[in-house]
């Protein structure tokens, strides 16, 4: 079954940039996308289609996409990005699987 | 302002059955497909179903094909997922998800905050 594969952790300090990685076999020709969640709280998308940002989504959440991987960047950190994400696409089969991946924990230090 | 409110979850012994709902509101419910997705107690975001804007296409997860069945009727607003033949391993928080795209999927821009099924004898 198709997966994709993010790093279990990432650690900032405050006002640096975060990277947040996910790899899948199927990125080249499907879109990812990211998600935000906090605890207790529903999951917010936060980037769409490899890099379009949502409406009310603040500048500094970036994404961008090369060959297997995908990237989200979050610049200048602030506390309040302390959250869990998890980046989504789908498999190129017909049978149209859509796929999580596993989630990275970003800590603000 | 978009609105998704999931209903129906509880507790059921393996075997069982539940039917979840998701009352929709805020936009314009048939020009939209829909997923359900669940999460697990401290575990990640696992997809389970998707439903294109008319119904007509269905998709499943793996783990659920065979025992679980999304419908929509979009004269109610309203989205379903009727589960069968209930798992321990089912137990989650089960979340209604509007996708930004009619056919396929574009990324979900709106979540419910979802209804919990536990499965435990």
């Known amino acids: 079954s198709y997966e994709l594969t993010q790093p279990p952790s990432v650690s900032v300090s405050p006002g640096q940039t975060a990277r947040i990685t996910c790899s899948g076999d199927?990125?080249?020709?499907?879109?990812a996308h990211w998600y935000q969640q906090k605890p207790g709280q529903a999951p917010v998308l936060v980037v769409y289609k490899d890099s379009e940002r949502p409406s009310g989504i603040p500048e500094r959440f970036s994404g961008s996409s090369s060959g297997t991987t995908v990237t989200l960047t979050i610049s200048g950190v602030q506390a309040e990005d302390e959250a869990d994400y998890y980046c989504?696409?789908?498999?190129?089969?017909?049978?149209?699987?859509?796929?999580f991946g596993g989630g990275t924990k970003l800590t603000v230090l | 302002e978009v609105q998704l409110v999931e209903s129906g979850g509880g507790v059921v012994q393996p075997g069982g059955s539940l039917r979840l709902s998701c009352a929709a509101s805020g936009f314009t419910f048939d020009d939209y497909s829909m997923h359900w997705v669940r999460q697990a107690p401290g575990k990640g975001l696992e997809w389970v179903s998707f439903i294109n804007w008319d119904g007509g296409d269905t998709y499943y997860a793996e783990s659920v094909k065979g025992r679980f069945t999304i419908s929509r009727d979009n004269s109610k607003n309203s989205l379903y997922l009727q589960m069968k033949s209930l798992r321990t391993e089912d137990t989650a928080l089960y979340y209604c998800?509007?996708?930004?795209?009619?056919?396929?999927?574009?990324?979900?821009?709106?979540w419910g905050q979802g209804t919990l099924v536990t499965v435990s004898s």
């Open positions: 989504q696409s789908r498999d190129n089969s017909d049978s149209f699987h859509v796929v």
């Open positions: 998800v509007k996708d930004l795209a009619a056919a396929g999927t574009e990324g979900a821009d709106y």
């Open positions: 199927a990125l080249p020709k499907q879109f």
